[in-house]
T-cell receptor, first 116, second 116 residues
């Protein structure tokens, strides 16, 4: 069975600085998707970034980028130029490539606080 | 294009009552997923449905819980004879192609169920 581990329950960063959130996962699959979701105080789940395991290039979305290390089964999220609106819970998630199961497996989350 | 809609946003039930949670997927999406989030935890998959079919219910408790996604109308997650341990946030997500898609799921705002 697949598992997702986020080892940092809480982190804080000063506004405009850079922060990296860690995620590791365990799977025997060779092809899969990885995601980072953001959950602000409103509790709405928002997709931040997505990575396909067969792609070596790391995904980027504006200030958000990932460091995907397939051999190490590591998928960290880097937030550059942190903004107050980035304050939220961040969840790492895994999905087998659609064709077998369609559900996401989530880690327990990292609570990020951006301080002015 | 309206996002995934869930209602009610908050639901209070006494022990032993029934809870019905509704989810309307995004327009054009025919695949629906239900997740449960306990306090201080990540989301846990419950069930995956297409119109009139349950595709994967491996995360559903064996008793008291059921889900449907009829040809017309929203998807319904039904919890019979609720107990205090059912208190949680229940999230619905939808996707356009499910198992043949890109893995991206779009989440609703969730229903917070409180059992007194």
């Amino acid at each position: 069975a697949q598992t997702v581990t986020q080892s940092q329950p809480e982190m804080s960063v000063q506004e405009a600085e850079t922060v990296t959130l860690s995620c590791t996962y365990d799977t025997s699959e060779s092809n899969y998707y990885l995601f980072w979701y953001k959950q602000p105080p409103s509790r709405q789940m928002i997709l931040v970034i997505r990575q396909e395991a067969y792609k070596q290039q790391n995904a980027t979305e504006n200030r958000f980028s990932v460091n995907f290390q397939k051999a190490a089964k590591s998928f960290s999220l880097k937030i550059s130029d942190s903004q107050l609106g980035d304050t939220a819970m961040y969840f790492c998630a895994f999905m087998k490539v659609p064709g077998s199961q369609g559900n996401l497996i989530f880690g327990k989350g990292t609570k990020l606080s951006v301080k002015p | 294009n309206a996002g995934v809609m869930q209602n009610p946003r908050h639901l209070v039930r006494r022990r032993g009552q029934e809870a019905r949670l509704r989810c309307s997927p995004m327009k054009g999406h025919s695949h629906v997923y239900w997740y449960r989030q306990l306090p201080e935890e990540g989301l846990k998959f419950m069930v995956y449905l297409q119109k009139e079919n349950i595709i994967d219910e491996s995360g559903m408790p064996k008793e008291r819980f059921s889900a449907e996604f009829p040809k017309e109308g929203p998807s319904i997650l039904r919890i019979q004879q609720v107990v205090r341990g059912d208190s949680a946030a229940y999230f619905c997500a939808s996707s356009p192609k499910g198992l043949a898609g890109t893995g991206e799921q779009y989440f609703g705002p969730g229903t917070r169920l409180t059992v007194t």
